[in-house]
């Protein structure tokens, strides 16, 4: 019906409550969690045919019809989506192993994941979108699974604060988002991206349109965490389970940056319109802020959330400079943050789940006593400050000299003194968690368990095999910003 | 697979060190041996590329990297970077020897082993590297083991020192960076072996040209420990393990002198020498300034980092003066400095590890109680005091002499020289204060270093000696290569 992607996920969410139930009744909860992984599988399988579609075809397009709507195209799914929603169900799949044992001590196993697979279902719809209309209702549903999401822990008062902060948040960027759509539709009569896109291209700047891009990024921006519209994440991400905030950061902030790009590129030209300045201008300061504030956190979660808008600062560099090789460096940027800040925050929530605190100071000399953790942070968080020869660094140095290239010196130094910056907390963090002498507690406390190391270990490699051999996964986000970029055969595909 | 010679030597510890670190469960500080073969391993492979660069002048291995992101992984061995590498992996080989007796007593011994090999290749691959990123790169996996061992393994307050060594490396390697890529900017290559047919195209003005030579003079300074961002070196070098400050000494801070000979002197010739009267003051600045410093010093190891950095002003002056008599000087100071430096430093730690202190008000009256460190101790001192006939001698009248090639720089190694009295005053305090003098009671039972630690002493005592009597066998090597460079800068 929406590609066997969509269905698959669909299909899973809503069986899910009734496997939870037998579950419950059997007695045995482990169903459940190897029904979600199952799910995922078979999801990563679907997404992999549709891959090989897509590089087939060019475009993939599903239609749709309905009373209210007349015959129109609903999604539209190019390499560019691909790799997106790859980056999501890789995510996904990994912290679905990791939860099995992570979440053992919660309850409400079914709900949390129905409301996974709703997340994912928002995120991947949002992404397939190829009319405003469809993203705007996967969009509403994303608000509303998130807000669930990070009310999970219901009992205390501090997630369901975080929650209610995010919600009002993200209704006020939908609203500005629902603003900018119905201006759209008035200058054009259309939500149809594509139709959209052959409109506006011929409307000469004036200042309908400037409010229109305004409007676009304060509400893409809101999920994509640009400072100032931010706020919601450093509150949010302490307060869900860790497996929620390795999603957070890694996959949900994107979808913003997804939209970003996806609307901005298409509708409005960077050379007429220099709406890339203001991403540029963007950039400096969620990066720069994203990384003064992290250095104050002494909680580690919140740490990484400020370490998480910083990433998204360098990311919006490749946005703002606009070329194919700078969207690549973003889009590489994208996956191997949704590695290392996927990796991070499991790593924090290892530490969580064998000491129940998320203070730094009272973790101190963790990473010895659980090794293979300690390793694995060790390395996410070298490939978040950029260390040569590990991913993070590849995908910076290519932001870097794409802005160089688009004659944009400053965006690449103001980049590189940020990540000089960075260093500090980063390695604050490795002398605090991994290098300092464990005492009391601290020292007694085992190695995650292994379920949990899975995953981690899987992505500690990956960080490390991108930086060595980084060929296979920008060589594909190169093909999903080539898609980006390639405007017309977008709009040509729809007609 | 022949041809990629340079490529699989150095790959080949970094593939070892995971079983290096498992097999450190097991074994304990016999995973020394472990180690140390590998560096041998790796020594021979490097040694018998020695014939090939004689011959051809130089080795060069391209590798296609990243190809999307424009990257080459190259790797060259010419006349002046192989010498060097033959010299860092000898002084690693040696300190790994030398690690087994003096690290008994410490655990997790596989995780140091381990780092050890991933900071030997870091400092060859620098030094190997053709291409500005793979520069960098090496640059900072130089950094990061070298900072676990410090933190991990050193005295005092290492923690806070590895910190402060970190933060004062990585920024420094930032400005290195901004200099790489301002090079990117204008000649839209990050191959250095392109820089000067883009350059003779006039793609970069003299001005930008300097701006690039300063950037990646303070990225190299700071490694090298130059005045005024010295100050993390006589913390880190004297709170490292001794090993490990054998090898900061010895070989890794080298490794800006190298980056600043290979880089921008070397093709960014007519910048560099615009600057080289600014260079040549810090140059003699460093080198007075760490020689009075190491005379104020009453730790063993405090003296030598000193000393380090004063003998880091003679290699920088070497380089600043840019004449081929100098610069043969200055790289062959790096490898008698090398040698010089590393054995003190070892000699150093057997004091330590057989006295347990380093104070030096405390040690008296050793010669007759370690007389085969006495001796080393003494051999090491001379040669890097500059007296004949050790290898010290040969270097630095080379960079004299280069300095008095130039008439302008009359004065400045005039000024230089004066800082050769005070090398040899502290040295000689040092060797009086330590070995001669009566003997206190508590020093009665002292007994001389175990054999793995006298070997390594031994042999670059040997070294020092023959490079004294017999300086051709490395200058003949660095000479021809010298000859290269200096046509560049006319």
Redesign the interface.
């Known amino acids: 019906m929406f590609t066997a992607v969509l269905d698959s996920l669909l299909f899973f969410m809503v069986t899910i409550p009734v496997v939870g139930l037998v579950a419950r009744k059997v007695g045995v909860r482990k169903i459940l969690d190897g029904y979600a992984i199952l799910g995922l599988i078979l999801t990563s399988y679907y997404l992999y045919e549709l891959y090989f579609e897509v590089l087939r075809n060019g475009i993939v397009i599903v239609k749709y019809s309905s009373v209210i709507l007349t015959p129109t195209v609903s999604l539209e799914i190019d390499m560019f989506s691909v790799f997106m929603v790859f980056v999501y169900i890789g995510l996904a799949l990994l912290v679905a192993i990791y939860s099995i044992r992570y979440m053992e001590h919660d309850t409400g196993l079914t709900w949390y994941y129905t409301l996974l697979f709703g997340l994912l279902i928002s995120m991947v719809g949002a992404t397939f979108a190829g009319d405003f209309f469809i993203l705007f209702i996967f969009w509403q549903f994303l608000c509303i699974t998130v807000t669930s999401l990070v009310a999970f822990r219901r009992r205390r008062w501090a997630p369901i604060e975080a929650s209610i902060k995010y919600f009002i948040i993200a209704e006020v960027g939908t609203a500005s988002l629902l603003y900018a759509m119905s201006l759209l539709y008035g200058m054009t009569g259309t939500l149809n991206f594509a139709q959209l896109a052959t409109s506006m291209r011929q409307v000469s700047p004036n200042p309908w349109v400037y409010l229109t891009i305004a409007l676009i990024i304060v509400g893409f921006g809101v999920e994509g965490t640009i400072v100032p519209f931010h706020t919601w994440l450093p509150d949010a991400h302490p307060e869900a389970p860790s497996s929620i905030s390795a999603l957070l950061s890694g996959a949900l902030v994107k979808v913003g940056i997804y939209c970003i790009c996806r609307v901005l590129f298409l509708l409005f030209l960077p050379a007429q319109i220099h709406w890339n300045v203001v991403l540029a201008i963007f950039a400096v300061i969620t990066m720069t802020l994203g990384n003064i504030m992290a250095l104050l956190q002494d909680d580690i979660k919140r740490l990484f959330a400020y370490s998480t808008i910083a990433q998204v600062g360098y990311i919006l560099i490749g946005v703002a400079v606009a070329t194919q090789y700078g969207v ?1 460096g973003a889009l590489f940027h994208i996956f191997n943050d949704a590695m290392m800040k996927g990796l991070a925050f499991m790593c924090a929530g290892a530490f969580i789940y064998r000491t129940q605190t998320r203070d730094l100071k009272e973790l101190s000399g963790i990473g010895r006593s659980m090794p293979v953790t300690g390793a694995a942070l060790l390395i996410a968080l ?1 490939s978040l400050l950029g ?3 590990l991913a993070g ?2 995908s910076k ?2 932001l ?2 794409s802005a ?1 290239e688009a004659n944009m ?1 400053l965006l ?2 103001a980049g ?2 940020n ?2 910056f960075s ?2 907390y980063y ?1 604050r963090m490795i ?1 605090i968690l991994i ?2 002498q464990p005492n009391g507690r601290i020292a007694e406390v085992k190695e995650a368990p292994v379920s949990m190391l899975i995953p981690m270990c899987a992505m500690a490699f990956i960080v490390v095999l991108l930086g060595i ?3 296979p996964i ?2 594909f986000a ?1 093909n999903a910003a080539g898609a980006l970029l390639d405007a017309p055969s977008y709009i040509r595909h729809a007609a | 697979m022949p041809g990629s010679q340079i490529l699989i030597s150095l790959l080949f510890p970094v593939f070892m060190a995971p079983i290096v670190f498992w097999s450190g469960k097991r074994l304990g500080n016999k995973t020394g041996a472990i180690a140390v073969l590998i560096l041998v391993a790796v020594l021979i492979q490097f040694l018998s590329i020695l014939p090939q660069v004689m011959d051809a002048s130089f080795v060069e291995e391209t590798y296609e990297w990243a190809p999307i992101a424009g990257l080459t992984f190259g790797l060259r061995a010419d006349r002046i970077s192989l010498p060097i590498v033959l010299i860092i992996i000898l002084l690693c080989t040696l300190a790994a020897i030398y690690s087994i007796a003096y690290m008994e007593h410490r655990t997790g011994l596989g995780a140091y082993f381990s780092s050890f090999l991933l900071f030997t290749v870091g400092m060859v691959g620098v030094v190997l590297a053709t291409n500005l990123i793979e520069f960098y790169m090496f640059w900072e996996l130089m950094l990061l083991p070298s900072y676990f061992m410090i933190a991990e393994w050193g005295y005092g307050k290492a923690k806070v020192i590895a910190f402060k060594y970190f933060i004062f490396t990585h920024v420094g390697a930032v400005f290195l960076l901004l200099g790489i890529l301002t090079t990117y900017v204008y000649l839209g290559t990050f191959n250095m072996y392109e820089i000067p047919a883009r350059l003779s195209a006039g793609l970069m003005s003299i001005e930008i040209q300097k701006i690039v030579v300063i950037a990646i003079a303070i990225g190299c300074a700071v490694k090298m420990a130059l005045w005024p961002v010295h100050t993390w070196l006589p913390d880190a070098h004297s709170e490292a393990p001794t090993p490990i400050s054998v090898l900061l000494s010895g070989a890794m801070i080298k490794c800006g002198a190298y980056g600043i000979i290979r880089i921008a002197l070397t093709f960014f010739g007519d910048a560099f020498l615009s600057l080289y009267t600014v260079f040549a003051v810090i140059a003699i600045i460093t080198m007075i300034y760490g020689g009075l410093m190491a005379l104020a010093q009453t730790d063993v190891k405090r003296l030598l980092a000193y000393s380090s950095i004063s003998q880091m002003g003679y290699i920088f002056f070497g380089i600043s003066v840019a004449t081929a008599y100098g610069l043969t000087g200055a790289l062959f100071h790096i490898i008698n400095h090398a040698i010089g430096k590393g054995l003190l430093f070892m000699c150093a730690g057997a004091l330590i590890h057989q006295t347990g202190t380093r104070d030096l008000k405390e040690l008296q009256g050793l010669a007759g109680k370690m007389p085969i460190t006495a001796m080393a101790v003494m051999i090491g001192c001379f040669s890097l005091a500059g007296t004949p006939p050790f290898g010290g001698f040969q270097s630095e009248w080379m960079i004299f002499a280069g300095g008095f090639q130039r008439p302008e720089f009359t004065l400045f190694t005039s000024v230089a020289l004066i800082s050769t009295l005070i090398t040899a005053a502290y040295y000689l305090w040092f060797i009086y204060r330590v070995f001669f003098g009566p003997r206190p009671e508590k020093l009665e039972n002292v007994k001389e270093a175990p054999l793995t630690m006298i070997i390594p002493m031994l042999i670059l005592a040997f070294l020092a000696v023959l490079l004294g009597i017999w300086p051709r066998f490395v200058t003949d090597i660095i000479a021809p290569g010298v000859q290269q460079i200096s046509s560049l800068i006319k």
């Open positions: 690549m070298l260390f040569p020869p660094f590849v140095y290519i870097f000299t160089i010196p690449a130094i590189v003194l990540s000089a260093a500090a390695l002398q290098l300092a051999w980084p060929e920008a060589s190169n």
